[in-house]
């Protein structure tokens, strides 16, 4: 059954006047609606002071749901589950999910970092950091290796196409990470740990306040100095060095609730991320690196106007500044993206409904001379979740206009039904779009002893797809299980040509299997996903690169008394990369014990890649070795 609650956080940036006039409107109807009955919003959901939240996803409807009643698959990491993971980053601890694949070209922080499901692109995954989206205007892609796992309060994954939710970039699925919640009781947690290849973590998280003021502070830093990122029995003449990673971020939370019936906040988050790394064509004595600074400001309004209709305003600037140091110079690319959003959502007996209007801008800075640097999105989207009986039925619809290129509507269905009271068989059906990047589009091209040669195409098109999936799911006390058959049907699909030109290609087919198991018993805990899928050139029949067919991860817990323990099992087969080549399959396990010596303190060992596996993440590169990680958490009970 729907839990009816609305999503509102956002960003503050400099307003237009339309902005004023909106926010003015608006601002009225709160006033006239505020002795109605108060009830959180998604956004505010993440800050609810409720043991039972991690059962609740938001990123699969736009609204409030139970996870076992989320129609497209949907996976939640809580905070507990990260505290006791065998992995100490995001990237790592995204590669134990069900139907996730990560392409990490070296170290930890290593960019691009990309996030693929369901046999598409990382430029397919929308990355979203409390409800705003990290695409780079560039690379269009999100610098989520750049948060720590101490700021992350939650991540929630959507795997399948949700563009008629969330527009362009979402046919592969949405991760969205929400940073830390607040709360009126004074919590403090320091943790401190340290290991081998030059491993130093340490973060320190605060919170407190009073029925009407929460806050919430944290700082982290964290570095590594493990492996050289590219291998040089491939690439011998890349820098052999080891390459170092360190980030520095901090992040925090205000809101205030005047009554029951309003809240109003303010989030931040900053991260400061620094890392090297090899390229064969450079000088091997060179200090490569690039730098990454994130910042992402967050203004919220979640207010009940009646006993029925909720809206939601957020506002947020959301800045990507990444440099580059080569050999021949410093490359910048800044892009800064403000977005105002403001859904509505409508409860009755016969469903709940969602109306949603968003205007995006991004701006584009850099060194590199673009042919356009900006783009300015308008959206407005529709939704209904019905949950009566035995039926469920989830229907969305959303139409963007995207500057310089063609309007684009999307839309889906998505229907469930209760076979029995375990079992439930559900199937979908949407269609998506993924816009061109700037470097895809606009990239300048360059003289070569006389002639001019491109390296973008201007006359590229959106991609398109049409996405079905069919399974069912079991749910029992102990036991959940849940099988889906999925495939996506790309046109114009982005590809290089010979030439390493973008262009269309015509059709592309990504189809496939997944299973997804959870158990949970007597303090044991079991967590296993597995797919099998084929991602090709529908044309051609050829293989795309960078698409194993079958990978998939086993996890495996046991809790009792002060002791806690986690095993996890990551495998994946081979697949084609790179300039013909096909990177072998592996399977890498990984290790955490944890001991409570104290109420407030925590003791815990991990160790990555127990067996010491040598293999290539992607053609070229090497993957972290045999690590050790001691750590010490600190958790006073004021």
């Not at 619809?397 to 509507?409: C, H, P, V, Y």
């Not at 955490?592 to 590169?621: D, E, H, I, M």
Request: glycine share 8%; proline share 3%.
């Amino acid at each position: 059954m729907t839990v009816f609650k609305t999503d509102a956080r956002l960003v503050c940036p400099k307003f237009t006047r339309a902005y004023v006039r909106i926010q003015m409107v608006w601002g009225g109807c709160v006033m006239l609606g505020a002795s109605a009955a108060y009830a959180q919003t998604p956004a505010a959901k993440n800050q609810a002071d409720d043991k039972a939240l991690p059962e609740v996803v938001i990123t699969a409807a736009r609204s409030e749901q139970m996870v076992a009643d989320a129609l497209p698959s949907t996976t939640v990491i809580s905070r507990a589950d990260i505290e006791n993971a065998s992995v100490s980053d995001v990237s790592s601890l995204l590669r134990m999910q069900t139907g996730v694949v990560i392409r990490q070209s070296g170290v930890q922080g290593s960019r691009p970092t990309g996030v693929t499901m369901r046999g598409a692109e990382p430029r397919h995954t929308l990355i979203l950091l409390d409800g705003v989206p990290m695409s780079s205007l560039s690379a269009g892609t999100g610098a989520l290796e750049q948060i720590p796992l101490s700021v992350i309060e939650r991540i929630e994954i959507v795997r399948g196409n949700v563009s008629a939710l969330y527009g362009s970039q979402a046919t592969g699925g949405v991760v969205q990470v929400f940073t830390r919640k607040m709360s009126a009781e004074q919590n403090l947690t320091v943790r401190v740990a340290a290991g081998s290849h030059g491993q130093r973590q340490a973060s320190a998280q605060v919170s407190g306040g009073t029925d009407k003021v929460q806050a919430t502070f944290g700082i982290a830093h964290e570095e590594e100095n493990a492996i050289s990122a590219m291998n040089q029995t491939v690439r011998p003449f890349a820098n052999a060095d080891k390459d170092k990673y360190k980030n520095d971020s901090a992040n925090g939370a205000v809101r205030y609730r005047p009554n029951d019936n309003n809240e109003f906040g303010l989030r931040f988050f900053e991260s400061r991320g620094k890392g090297d790394y090899d390229n064969q064509y450079d000088d091997p004595d060179a200090n490569l690196h690039n730098t990454v600074r994130l910042q992402n400001i967050s203004l919220y309004s979640n207010n009940r106007i009646t006993d029925y209709w909720k809206s939601s305003l957020r506002l947020s600037q959301y800045t990507d500044k990444a440099n580059n140091y080569a050999y021949y110079g410093n490359d910048e690319n800044k892009t800064r993206t403000r977005e105002m959003v403001w859904q509505n959502d409508i409860h009755s007996e016969m469903g709940d409904y969602i109306i949603g209007f968003s205007h995006n801008q991004q701006k584009l800075s850099s060194t590199t001379a673009y042919d356009n640097t900006s783009r300015k999105t308008d959206s407005m989207w529709l939704g209904y979740v019905l949950d009566k009986n035995r039926h469920h039925l989830q229907l969305n619809a959303r139409t963007d206009k995207m500057s310089g290129l063609a309007r684009e509507n999307t839309g889906s269905i998505n229907y469930g039904f209760d076979v029995s009271e375990r079992w439930r068989v559900f199937g979908g059906y949407s269609n998506g779009f993924s816009a061109p990047t700037f470097d895809e589009l606009y990239y300048p091209g360059y003289y070569a002893f006389g002639t001019y040669y491109p390296s973008s195409n201007p006359n590229l098109k959106s991609e398109h797809a049409v996405y079905t999936q069919i399974g069912a799911q079991y749910v029992g006390e102990h036991l959940t299980s849940r099988i889906t058959a999925f495939e996506t049907r790309y046109r114009d699909k982005i590809a290089l040509d010979s030439n390493y030109i973008p262009y269309n290609l015509n059709r592309a087919t990504a189809k496939g299997i997944e299973w997804h198991g959870t158990y949970n018993q007597n303090g044991w805990t079991a967590d296993i996903g597995l797919t099998y899928q084929n991602v090709e050139n529908t044309d051609t029949g050829e293989r795309l690169l960078r698409q194993p067919r079958v990978f998939g991860s086993i996890g495996v817990g046991k809790t009792w008394g002060k002791w806690s323990a986690q095993l996890n099992w990551q495998l994946q087969g081979h697949m084609k990369d790179v300039e013909g080549s096909t990177v072998a399959g592996y399977g890498v396990l990984n290790a955490a014990a944890y001991y409570n010596l104290t109420k407030t303190l925590k003791f815990g060992l991990s160790v990555g890649n127990v067996f010491n596996r040598t293999y290539q993440p992607l053609y070229g590169y090497n993957a972290m070795p045999r690590n050790v990680l001691l750590s010490l958490q600190y958790q006073p009970k004021w």
